[in-house]
């Protein structure tokens, strides 16, 4: 598979990791569970944001692995919030490996989009506060 470069968004990522070969699967590729794992962490830290407080994931709405991370990559996670609801949050998060580190070239690996639900102490759903409140 030929690495297509690709420019980074412009913002900081939530996470940025580089995968460790126990990490890997049979095929020497990072499972998949590892990134959707932190697919999920990355979406929560920018609902938690916007929620001012806890937040649990409710649906993963769509998500989609381009290339496989390998041992090495630095893979960064960018996440923003594309939808808020009275209780629920909508997250775009998009990851992208560093490879190469003498020529290094960025690609996109994975996109999803989760839904995370805002809640109270006590583990009940709760209306998200408004952005300017």
């Given at each position: 598979?030929?690495?297509?470069p690709?420019?980074?968004?412009?913002?900081?990522?939530?996470?940025?990791?580089?995968?460790?070969?126990?990490e890997?699967?049979?095929?020497?590729?990072?499972?998949?569970?590892?990134v959707?794992?932190?697919?999920?962490?990355?979406?929560?830290?920018?609902a938690?944001?916007?929620?001012?407080?806890?937040?649990?994931?409710?649906?993963?709405?769509?998500?989609?692995?381009?290339?496989?991370?390998?041992?090495?990559?630095?893979?960064?996670?960018?996440?923003?919030?594309?939808?808020v609801?009275?209780?629920?949050?909508?997250?775009?998060?998009?990851?992208?490996?560093?490879?190469?580190?003498?020529?290094?070239?960025?690609?996109?690996v994975?996109?999803?989009?989760?839904?995370?639900?805002?809640?109270?102490?006590?583990?009940?759903?709760?209306?998200?506060?408004?952005?300017n409140?």
């Amino acid at each position: 598979m030929i690495d297509q470069p690709v420019c980074l968004p412009d913002q900081q990522p939530v996470l940025r990791l580089v995968p460790m070969p126990k990490e890997e699967n049979m095929f020497g590729d990072i499972f998949g569970g590892w990134v959707m794992a932190h697919v999920d962490l990355a979406g929560a830290v920018e609902a938690m944001r916007r929620a001012r407080g806890r937040v649990a994931t409710v649906a993963v709405n769509a998500f989609q692995f381009h290339q496989p991370v390998s041992s090495g990559d630095l893979v960064s996670f960018y996440a923003r919030v594309t939808h808020v609801g009275r209780t629920s949050i909508t997250v775009e998060v998009q990851v992208y490996a560093e490879r190469h580190p003498a020529n290094p070239v960025f690609v996109k690996v994975t996109e999803a989009t989760l839904t995370y639900v805002a809640l109270d102490a006590a583990g009940n759903k709760r209306d998200v506060p408004r952005e300017n409140a």
